[in-house]
């Protein structure tokens, strides 16, 4: 027997009110012990907030899908640091800022897989399939090389030719894009470019511009939607029928493009002169190596690439260039001394250096896609801090490229790139196993429309509509809130014998 002045079940009972049975003191003593151990658990040595009792990752979740994927991590960067942990659908996720995790992150093979609900990425056909969120390490192997083999090489090349030539036919018809007051609506006029350009290289048949940068659109605007979302939003159906349709919708049309070309290939004579991305795809197809699901996505994912994202870019540099005119003829007098009275061919590319710079600095200043989403597939550790195999990674690198290395990180300046930047400071297109796979001809596209634009028309922002006054969405990537007057330009036509500006 236990004298009763060394019981400590007799102490906490005294504590308590008569009332209260004896047998409800253990269980809270229990229930405190549980509460110690859960929250020692899943304490961590590396900076964000608190688990909680689970509170914490129900919170961090909800902040992603209120504030937006963007805007979020610029949030837990800047309140708790440049390497955070947080939860998406309970799953342990690190949002990094820091140069030399982002590059540890970047350049090895662990990290090659991508994360997003399964629900929402089969809702849009990317669940393990083509290539830009597909999550099947083995089965985007596979699916790659098609990507490189026609944005490099010869395709390279001919994008050039096929950029200047889209440019100037849309600037010829540029009132299909004008405001009634004489306003280009100039994200409409990127998009049907980006659009076209992308047709002709690509897939090689006729299509409805218009119908399809509107689709492109609403798929963009499911795919930003649906990526996060947890199950039981995709259990409610009038929540998610709209992305739904809209990705069958975008979907279906491109099933149709791509049965049009498989007869256009049944039916030609010399078969060599029409062989493309999505004729390759269709002959592996043929051969039983892909299904023909693969290469309905994969020739969505390619069509839409262009206008979804490069679009937005060239119309953030567009405004920069009305924003900075000394900018405008620096490029302009490199534009006449390297191309004279033509038009920009491929020996020029490497020539011109202020331009390139331009299109540097903007991407650093306004970026689009200003995050890389990607999944640790073995344990490891990223600057002193423990990854867990299936730990969730998104690297900042729209923070990272105004934190280190650049002399002006906050302003907008051709000074950033004066000198030459060291790969791990400046990703914006990401690189190593996962880079991406179209930063080279993305280069050359915009130098060429750039350049092409440029030497035809110069262009103007309405007073007071600069790019801090347009109202942006920072989500998936960087895009302007639409159908705001703030992004309309007027293009004035520049005099036949005098390139520059006045």
């Known amino acids: 027997m236990i004298p009763e002045t060394l019981n400590p079940l007799n102490y906490f009972t005294s504590l308590v009110p008569d009332l209260m049975p004896v047998a409800t003191v253990p269980i809270i003593i229990l229930i405190c012990l549980l509460?110690?151990?859960?929250?020692?658990?899943?304490?961590?040595?590396?900076?964000?907030?608190?688990?909680?009792?689970?509170?914490?990752?129900?919170?961090?979740?909800?902040?992603?899908?209120?504030?937006?994927?963007?805007?979020?991590?610029?949030?837990?960067?800047?309140?708790?640091?440049?390497?955070?942990?947080?939860?998406?659908?309970?799953?342990?996720?690190?949002?990094?800022?820091?140069?030399?995790?982002?590059?540890?992150?970047m350049k090895h093979w662990n990290y090659v897989s991508r994360f997003g609900s399964?629900?929402?990425?089969?809702?849009?056909?990317?669940?393990?399939?083509?290539?830009?969120?597909?999550?099947?390490?083995?089965?985007?192997?596979?699916?790659?090389?098609?990507?490189?083999?026609?944005?490099?090489?010869?395709?390279?090349?001919?994008?050039?030719?096929?950029?200047?030539?889209?440019?100037?036919?849309?600037?010829?018809?540029?009132?299909?894009?004008?405001?009634?007051?004489?306003?280009?609506?100039?994200?409409?006029?990127?998009?049907?470019?980006?659009?076209?350009?992308?047709?002709?290289?690509?897939?090689?048949?006729?299509?409805?511009?218009?119908?399809?940068?509107?689709?492109?659109?609403?798929?963009?605007?499911?795919?930003?939607?649906?990526?996060?979302?947890?199950?039981?939003?995709?259990?409610?159906?009038?929540?998610?029928?709209?992305?739904?349709?809209?990705?069958?919708?975008?979907k279906g049309a491109m099933e149709i493009l791509i049965e049009q070309k498989r007869q256009k290939l049944s039916s030609v004579e010399k078969l060599d002169e029409?062989?493309?991305?999505?004729?390759?795809?269709?002959?592996?197809?043929?051969?039983?190596?892909?299904?023909?699901?693969?290469?309905?996505?994969?020739?969505?994912?390619?069509?839409?690439?262009?206008?979804?994202?490069?679009s937005v870019t060239l119309f953030f540099m567009l405004i920069l260039i009305a924003e900075h005119p000394t900018v405008e003829e620096m490029m302009m007098r490199e534009i006449e001394t390297v191309m004279g009275d033509r038009?920009?061919?491929s020996d020029d590319m490497p020539n011109l250096k202020i331009v390139e710079n331009f299109i540097y600095e903007s991407m650093r200043y306004q970026p689009v896609v200003d995050l890389i989403m990607r999944k640790a597939l073995q344990d490891d550790v990223i600057d002193g801090y423990p990854v867990k195999k299936g730990t969730n990674i998104i690297l900042n690198i729209g923070r990272m490229h105004k934190l280190e290395f650049f002399p002006k990180p906050n302003e907008f300046s051709l000074e950033n790139f004066e000198k030459n930047v060291p790969s791990r400071y400046f990703q914006p297109f990401g690189f190593g196993p996962r880079g991406c796979v179209g930063k080279f001809i993305a280069m050359v596209m915009m130098k060429a429309i750039l350049v092409t634009l440029l030497r035809r028309c110069r262009v103007q922002t309405m007073k007071g509509r600069g790019l801090n006054n347009i109202q942006k969405n920072n989500d998936l990537s960087m895009h302007p809130i639409e159908r705001q007057p703030l992004l309309e330009m007027v293009f004035t036509p520049r005099s036949p014998d005098k390139n520059q500006s006045d």
């Open 343 to 345: 038009d920009v061919q």
């Open 118 to 250: 399964k629900l929402g990425l089969q809702c849009i056909g990317m669940y393990e399939n083509g290539i830009i969120f597909n999550n099947n390490p083995a089965h985007w192997k596979e699916i790659r090389p098609f990507f490189t083999k026609a944005l490099s090489g010869p395709g390279l090349v001919r994008m050039i030719a096929i950029c200047v030539e889209s440019t100037i036919v849309h600037l010829d018809k540029l009132e299909e894009v004008t405001t009634e007051v004489g306003n280009v609506n100039v994200l409409n006029l990127m998009r049907r470019i980006m659009l076209d350009t992308s047709n002709k290289l690509f897939l090689g048949v006729p299509l409805d511009e218009s119908a399809i940068v509107l689709k492109i659109q609403n798929y963009f605007d499911a795919w930003q939607a649906l990526l996060l979302k947890p199950d039981i939003f995709f259990k409610i159906s009038w929540l998610c029928k709209k992305y739904e349709e809209a990705a069958k919708d975008l």
């Open 274 to 310: 029409h062989v493309d991305f999505a004729s390759q795809l269709i002959f592996a197809q043929n051969r039983g190596d892909l299904t023909a699901e693969n290469v309905n996505q994969c020739v969505l994912e390619m069509m839409i690439a262009a206008p979804d994202t490069l």
């Open 35 to 105: 509460f110690l151990i859960w929250n020692h658990e899943e304490t961590s040595s590396i900076p964000g907030p608190g688990y909680c009792m689970g509170i914490g990752p129900l919170i961090s979740h909800g902040r992603f899908l209120w504030m937006g994927v963007g805007n979020a991590c610029n949030y837990y960067n800047k309140t708790y640091g440049e390497f955070v942990r947080v939860w998406i659908s309970g799953e342990e996720t690190f949002i990094i800022s820091k140069s030399s995790s982002v590059f540890h992150v």
